[in-house]
């Protein structure tokens, strides 16, 4: 059995099942065209039609939320080519099932699929702001900018109903803690409040990813996020409110939306952003193969131009995942990237200021039963 999936032009199969295809009724409205098992597995697991259409008779893929209640909740990240130390993710997976997601392979961590696992069976972390509460009160804690959203989306779709990034930001707010958070979703504006209460003490900054102006590319590569008008108009809003803001061209992938990076910064420098930044597709483990099938299924006309330019950035492969090299790659092309960059960006007076959070105003949060501080 053949399966089909929907492309641009000319005319492309999807996988069959035993490949780990599923069929494009069955995950409608989602970014990975296949789920097969993940790389720990010692099995592999598949669809298979039974000769009664029995395919025919599953359900669509729809997102089912576990809650998960980790014994700490600060994450220390001492990568030298990222500009942060310490991280929070609330959630685990991410319902804005973007293709190209280079955390798609935290899942198979979990038994679970890096495919449409990765963007349907989510873990919620209930308990993160009373273990921040905790966190924070430790006598040997040393306040420095804490990043949300690093890993997963914290402004996912189910942050409406679960509101745990919400929670985190009140602890930052009573607790004068500087953060700074990573999202491609207007559902930020809901926490105007607490995010204008923070920056107005030098404590946040919001970067939003922008990855291209095309509604139908975005929804096709990042079916469930906020469209990009929703996202320019969000980086316009927290501007206005005084809240520190950037965009980032994340990921730039070749040949399919590097046109755009001139006009995406024009648009977000025209909303009050400041900074920009940038990052080169990358392609760890198993989104190399997510991202071929999806790109094989959508844009088959473009697929062997974008993997040929892709690999004149790794050196030859499909990634490369040296500290130094993995954000921006190398060669020719990733450095006409970078200069096109960083021209448009001067001429935009974008990166001129490099705002940083105040760490000076801290008071940790004081726990029942323990001391207060003196100093």
């Given at each position: ?38 790389r720990?597995?010692?099995t ?53 099932g973007?293709?190209y ?42 306040p ?32 004068s ?39 139908r ?28 803001t ?79 090299k ?10 006409q ?16 200021e ?22």
């Amino acid at each position: 059995m053949v399966l089909h999936g929907t492309h641009s032009s000319g005319a492309a199969a999807a996988l069959p099942p035993e490949a780990g295809g599923v069929r494009s009724g069955r995950r409608r409205g989602r970014g990975a065209q296949s789920n097969r098992s993940g790389r720990f597995e010692p099995t592999t697991r598949f669809e298979a039609d039974d000769g009664w259409e029995s395919l025919a008779e599953l359900e669509r893929f729809r997102t089912q939320v576990q809650t998960e209640e980790p014994r700490r909740i600060i994450t220390a990240n001492r990568s030298p080519d990222i500009n942060f130390d310490l991280s929070i993710n609330p959630y685990r997976g991410c319902e804005h099932g973007c293709v190209y997601c280079y955390a798609r392979p935290t899942h198979c961590f979990h038994g679970l699929s890096a495919g449409l696992d990765f963007e349907t069976k989510l873990f919620v972390k209930p308990g993160a702001a009373e273990l921040l509460r905790r966190e924070l009160a430790d006598p040997g804690y040393r306040p420095e900018t804490i990043a949300l959203g690093t890993n997963t989306d914290p402004y996912q779709p189910i942050e409406r109903e679960h509101r745990i990034t919400r929670g985190l930001l009140e602890v930052f707010d009573r607790t004068s803690h500087p953060v700074g958070i990573v999202t491609k979703s207007a559902l930020i504006l809901r926490d105007l409040d607490l995010l204008t209460s923070l920056a107005g003490r030098g404590l946040a900054k919001v970067a939003i990813s922008v990855t291209t102006l095309d509604r139908r590319l975005a929804r096709a590569m990042e079916p469930r996020a906020s469209t990009p008008e929703k996202r320019l108009e969000a980086l316009e809003t927290l501007s206005a409110a005084g809240v520190p803001t950037a965009v980032l061209v994340a990921p730039i992938i070749p040949a399919l939306n590097d046109p755009e990076i001139e006009k995406i910064l024009e648009r977000a420098a025209a909303a009050g952003v400041r900074e920009a930044g940038y990052v080169m597709l990358r392609l760890p483990l198993e989104v190399r193969d997510l991202f071929r099938e999806w790109l094989e299924a959508t844009y088959p006309d473009r697929a062997k131009r974008v993997f040929y330019l892709v690999r004149s950035t790794r050196g030859g492969k499909d990634y490369d995942s040296r500290w130094g090299k993995r954000m921006r790659g190398s060669g020719p092309y990733a450095w006409q990237i970078g200069r096109r960059f960083e021209i448009a960006a001067k001429r935009l007076k974008l990166n001129e200021e490099t705002f940083s959070l105040r760490t000076d105003l801290f008071e940790p949060p004081i726990l029942p039963g323990q001391q207060m501080r003196l100093f």
